[in-house]
């Protein structure tokens, strides 16, 4: 059978650089596993690297099995903003003109990334003229995010702009044989925003991602690169976030937390690391803050090393519609690693702290209420307990070879 996977804005296969894998790369490995041939159709527009992979229309053949296809696009430097908007409008039209064109190319089934919009329109809209079935993968809440970001006296207007992307998102979930995302709450967000309830319909595939393994030199090696940095693992108490510094994400939570230990926890530090177009930004905020060490992209293995021996990750999401419903995959990898998170996110992951006792939610006002996270650094039994219950939730819920069966065995079937 030949499964079409259609992903952007994730690493690949060619990609050069230490990345953790993603939904594309693991579902196509495991589909390669089970014998199925892969296409992938992708942007050549690398938007980690905010690089281009080619400068056209470009066919990768990396074994008999495994074929790359690139759609050339526009480009951006910003995640949020008009640019990226374009880029993903010159994306959708150059899908259309590759799919129309490449007659030979006929997947058995295909597998969709929603967002982004257009390109889901212009996919689905090919496979239901071709007869071939498809699962939508919908991993965040495209539209309705864009009129969040407008201040609350635009949004009315702003509906009036984008009122063409809640139409062709209407039509993307009522045509797409089943759909796939990441929670419950987006699951009825889905059914109420295109007004279809069959159950069967939808099912759940959080973002898990393959457990990484270090042997004993390679720990080290990850060890001694901290060294350099003035990190000492093994002993230095520290939070930590790994990620990218975008708009997604309430930095002044972290400067709020900062200034706090600063003063009764001298010694414990806060770690960023990431890359991004807030990076300067924050350099600037947090500059006079010493208690705070801010460093570029770090790869898998030294992100691997620093999770597993930190007292807890930050995630400091922006409390917004697509958030609360959401359960981000650095979240995932720090359960994965039997390490607690800090959030100030309703919804999701505030319940599911309440439940699992596996994380700290800590509300976002001027003044913090900072009495859980100093419990964690100081009290060790209250510290093991959430890790233990970090290790547990991860192990419950976000199994990641039950995960992508559950997607090939609805793959195979509809």
Same mark, same amino acid.
């Given at each position: 059978m030949h499964i079409c996977i259609f992903q952007t804005g994730e690493p690949l296969h060619i990609d050069k650089g230490d990345y953790r894998p993603m939904r594309c790369i693991q579902l196509a490995d495991k589909l390669l596993d089970n014998n199925f041939k892969v296409s992938i159709i992708s942007s050549s527009f690398f938007h980690q690297r905010k690089t281009h992979r080619s400068k056209g229309f470009k066919k990768i053949t990396i074994d008999e099995k495994l074929s790359i296809y690139l759609i050339p696009s526009l480009g951006y430097k910003k995640h949020v903003g008009i640019v990226r908007l374009l880029d993903h409008i010159l994306l959708a039209f150059n899908l259309h003109i590759f799919l129309n064109n490449e007659k030979s190319f006929y997947p058995d089934k295909i597998f969709v990334g929603f967002p982004p919009i257009l390109t889901s329109f212009v996919i689905i809209r090919w496979a239901r003229k071709n007869k071939i079935p498809l699962i939508l993968d919908v991993k965040d809440k495209w539209p309705e995010i864009f009129i969040d970001a407008f201040p609350l006296f635009a949004r009315s207007f702003a509906k009036i702009i984008f009122k063409p992307y809640f139409i062709l998102t209407k &039509?993307? &979930?009522? %045509?797409?044989? +089943?759909?796939?995302?990441?929670?419950?709450? !987006? *699951?009825?967000?889905? +059914?109420? !925003?295109?007004?279809? /309830?069959?159950?069967?319909?939808? !099912? *759940?595939?959080?973002?898990?991602? %393959?457990?990484?393994?270090? #042997?004993?030199?390679?720990?080290l090696k990850s060890i001694e690169f901290w060294k350099t940095h003035n990190i000492s693992i093994k002993d230095d108490k520290y939070f930590c976030f790994v990620g990218t510094y975008s708009r997604s994400f309430n930095f002044d939570l972290i400067l709020k937390i900062a200034i706090k230990l600063k003063y009764k926890f001298p010694k &414990? %530090?806060?770690?960023?690391? $990431?890359? $991004?177009?807030? !990076?300067?930004?924050l350099c600037i905020k947090f500059r006079k803050i010493s208690n705070v060490k801010l460093m570029g992209e770090i790869n898998k293995k030294n992100a691997k090393v620093l999770i597993s021996n930190a007292t807890a990750t930050l995630a400091p999401y922006i409390n917004n519609?697509? /958030?609360?419903?959401?359960?981000? #995959? +650095?979240?995932?990898?720090?359960?994965e690693n039997g390490i607690p998170f800090i959030t100030s996110i309703e919804g999701t992951l505030r319940e599911m702290i309440e439940t699992k006792n596996n994380g700290i939610y800590i509300k976002d006002k001027k003044e913090i209420d900072m009495t859980e996270i100093e419990k964690l650094i100081n009290d060790e039994e209250y510290n093991r307990k959430l890790k233990i219950n970090a290790l547990r939730s991860f192990k419950e819920n976000f199994n990641f070879d039950k995960t992508y069966e559950r997607i090939i065995n609805n793959l195979t079937n509809i």
């Open positions: &039509f993307i &979930f009522r %045509k797409s044989d +089943k759909i796939t995302t990441i929670s419950n709450g !987006f *699951i009825d967000w889905i +059914k109420n !925003f295109s007004s279809e /309830f069959e159950s069967k319909k939808y !099912f *759940i595939s959080p973002l898990t991602r %393959k457990s990484i393994n270090l #042997n004993d030199s390679e720990i &414990f %530090k806060l770690i960023l690391c $990431g890359s $991004g177009d807030q !990076f300067e930004s519609l697509n /958030f609360r419903d959401h359960i981000p #995959n +650095k979240i995932i990898e720090s359960l």
